[in-house]
């Protein structure tokens, strides 16, 4: 094994042109011994994060249509999921007979994957990050979108035509969205003029980004909630038009691996707003950790506001949404943006005309 | 740098352990009783007709399209964002110009009619 991964290792080191080192060199054994506790950390805080957000998600379900929600298992119902969790994981295994077999079951694979990894990019602290990376936006982006591809895996690889339509309106949906999410991202870049999310994170220290980029904290919040699928863009489940889109034919355990991913993926999409838009970690008092949970859980909360208050959109109509109103407002905004940071400069002596 | 990645390379293969643990502790205990009509696709009860794997509407391939134009585009933007503030007044310039072509790309397809979806 270890000789395994010392030629792997050798191997890159020569395709990117780095001085050999031998890999106990270059990574001690303290350095993968902290890999392995935060990962083992990320991976309990996403165990904990969707029990968590499952019931909330219920809790405030029940609180805005004006009903109680699940509140029997265990105090106010807190251990409603668990008791799920249990049920599901010994659940029989389903597979349709006319599916894309290897398609169809790594699909849910996938996604937990992606999720796990997007967990381990998060800036939970200052020096609390498992990996931080100069480039750490593009690549939390990037690896974001390859949900886009565990959706179609699962679309295609059923061989349903009702996972084969939602299958494709969702994909076209994270797609066009992406654009707009990944403009309103580059105003920030452009006030704090780093990709790191540790830095974007403490250069507001003093003022957060959303009140100095409002039209972006509007545009990313819409085009986060269309990424996750959350209604008002729900296409994906639109249980009227095709019976739950991708998933209708995953039951039992990969159906619970694609709704793990799920609520992953809405914590860390919220985490991500509150790192660019609510000064991550930043926070008197408390240890910045709690600060960061805390920010994520009220962004939550207000994602689940929005999801619970509004109805389904049209899905020609989400699409012209998009193309014709968000992504020229997040062009204009980008434009006014570099003035305002132009202007600024000139006015504080920054540069020279 | 290792240690970065070697952390990403944990996360990535550690992620994709743990999803295969789940679903062998699921396949541990599961019930075993297989039967035809589980495995049929569902499709409300109906019989399915016909294959699944057609030719597929021709909208999302136009979108497919202009989004691999634009995320392109966006990814030329985020270096340039980055160095935005320690650079002078040129790189605005010529970014307001890379962004006029972006415009000019959406106004485009707008007349084309790509945007909508019928």
Redesign the interface.
Known sequence: MVGFLTTIFNWAQGILGLPATSLADALPWWDILWAFIYFVGAVILLIINVIMLIWIERRAAGFFQERVGPNRVGPLGLLQTVNDTIKLLGKEWIMPAAADKLIYLIAPLLIVTISVTMYGLLPYGPGITPVTLNVGILFFLAISSVNTLSVLMAGWGSNNKYSLLGGMRTVAQIISYEIPMALSIIGIVMITGSLDLGTIASSQAHVWNVFIQPVAFVIFVISALAELTKSPFDMTEAEQEFVAGYHTEYSGIRFTLFFMGEYANLFSMSALGVVLFFGGANGPFLPPWVWFIGKTYVFILFMLWIRWTFLRIRVDKMMKFNWKVLIPISLANLLLTGVGIKIWQAATGAIKW | M???F???F???A???V???V??F???L?????PN?A???????GLE?EGP??VQ??I??YL??L??VV??VE??F??PW??????A??LP?VE??IF?GV??LG?WF??KKGA????
């Not at chain 2, 205990?29 to 009783?33: G, K, T, Y």
């Not at chain 2, 964002?81 to 320690?86: D, G, M, P, V």
């Not at chain 2, 945007?115 to 019928?118: A, P, Q, R, T």
């Open positions: 290792a240690k970065q070697g952390t990403l944990l996360f990535l550690g992620g994709f743990l999803s295969l789940i679903v502790v699921n396949w205990l599961r019930p075993r009783n035809v589980k495995s049929r696709t569902y499709e409300c399915t699944t794997w597929f509407k909208s999302y979108y497919a202009i989004f634009f995320d966006v990814v933007l985020y964002a980055a160095a935005f503030k320690s002078g007044l605005f970014m307001a962004i972006l415009a959406i397809a707008w945007f909508e979806w019928n």
